[in-house]
């Protein structure tokens, strides 16, 4: 009893696990392929509530992009879907579009240009694509090097400081009176299906070796056996 009235103090969301819609496109896929495609799906979907979760705690930074935070995070997303890059990041892309970000120095908007590198370096380590078929190969160090520069920019987030001695970024929120770890969670979970991918690919990969291994090794051994007598030879 005492187990449910915790449980009842502290609800999960409820709901049921679904599949999206059968696409021709499906056709192309492996399992592998289809499995890194929803990742990067849910990592960038993960990354606009990010934005939009640090544009609520920061709007100084949208102001500067445009008049309101959902046209600023709408800007941000078409140029990343579209692979454009962001004016404000100098034309640096990736690792080093990350850096410039949280420099502390940095007088753009620090929301779009940190999703906006983030997801760059997330779709650059996948090989520059969002979705992925029979003919595209991973690099699973490169996928988990990503997953290490997710670590990295989080940690840097949260310990930077400004001149002034301001966060770079309003994010995570601890005090007596109120815990907000959402940020970290999102963070936790982009870093968690990088993660997932790089082991599963590696993985596939080596038992592809195996595989082929076992075949050489042991396909005597696998050949059907004669069931009647051959004829004699006169």
């Not at 640096?92 to 502390?104: G, I, K, M, N, T």
């Amino acid at each position: 009893m005492l187990l449910l009235m915790g449980c009842a103090q502290t609800p999960a969301p409820r709901g049921e696990v679904k599949g999206e819609d059968f696409g021709s496109g499906e056709l192309l896929q492996s399992d592998s392929n289809r499995m890194a495609t929803l990742a990067m799906k849910a990592n960038l979907q993960s990354l606009m509530r990010l934005m939009d979760k640090l544009y609520q705690r920061n709007p100084a930074e949208w102001k500067k992009t445009a008049d309101s935070r959902e046209a600023a995070a709408a800007y941000v997303r078409i140029a990343i879907m579209e692979r454009q890059p962001w004016a404000e990041l100098q034309g640096r892309r990736d690792v080093a579009a990350l850096s410039l970000a949280l420099e502390p120095g940095f007088a753009g908007d620090r929301v779009a240009a940190f999703i906006h590198a983030l997801a760059d370096t997330l779709i650059t380590a996948h090989g520059g694509r969002t979705s992925f078929t029979l003919i595209n190969g991973l690099d699973p160090q490169l996928i988990y090097n990503a997953a290490r520069n997710v670590e990295i920019a989080n940690w840097i987030l949260n310990t930077r400081r400004t001149a002034t001695g301001a966060p770079l970024l309003l994010s995570n929120h601890l005090n007596e009176g109120e815990r907000n770890l959402s940020f970290e969670r999102e963070m936790g979970m982009v870093i968690g299906r990088l993660d997932l991918i790089a082991s599963y690919t590696t993985e596939r990969y080596r038992r592809s070796v195996i595989g082929y291994a076992q075949g050489l090794v042991a396909g005597p051994f696998f050949q059907f056996l004669p069931v009647q007598s051959l004829p004699a030879v006169q």
